[in-house]
């Protein structure tokens, strides 16, 4: 707290230039909906999706998991692998598994996402998960160099918890 006051009084001692005066007058092309967040997920390679106006998104963080309405609290949440739930309006839900990431709640009811990796929850199959699973223990417990190990045992961490997930 102390060092959030001490960084918002150095910028309003700050002297502002004309660029700046003018970055600050900068308007947004539209507003979001009282009641919606406005979404953007995005992967290294793709956007799954931009500005997208949902009702609800529930998050793993590893704070906790986490839902997100509509003018929630500004926070950033480090995302461990679990499911993100994107709730639209109708009632209507999308699930996808995330591997890690972030998750921004910014001002004004915008949420942007940046996961390492998402894939929609009914993609996965039950008995391949079981299979992976199977060979990543067996090698963590040693069956394999100290780099495969450590692969592997990340490998069973995000397998159990998508396993928890697909039944």
Do not use: C
């Not at 890690?100 to 390492?116: E, M």
């Amino acid at each position: 707290m102390m060092f959030r006051n001490a960084l918002r009084s150095a910028v309003r001692t700050r002297p502002t230039n004309g660029l700046a005066a003018a970055i600050q007058r900068r308007g947004y092309a539209e507003a979001v909906p009282a009641d919606k967040i406005r979404l953007s997920l995005s992967l290294p390679h793709t956007a799954v999706f931009a500005n997208k106006d949902v009702v609800q998104v529930n998050i793993p963080s590893t704070s906790g998991d986490m839902g997100v309405l509509a003018n929630h609290v500004p926070s950033v949440e480090q995302l461990k692998a679990g499911l993100l739930e994107i709730f639209t309006e109708g009632g209507s839900k999308e699930e996808y598994f995330v591997a890690g990431g972030f998750a921004i709640v910014q001002p004004g009811s915008k949420l942007s996402i940046n996961a390492t990796e998402a894939y929609k929850l009914e993609d996965f199959s039950r008995e391949a998960i079981v299979s992976n699973l199977q060979e990543a223990q067996r090698i963590a417990s040693g069956g394999g160099s100290e780099e495969d190990i450590a692969e592997a045992k990340i490998q069973v961490e995000v397998l159990e918890a998508l396993s928890s997930y697909v039944k």
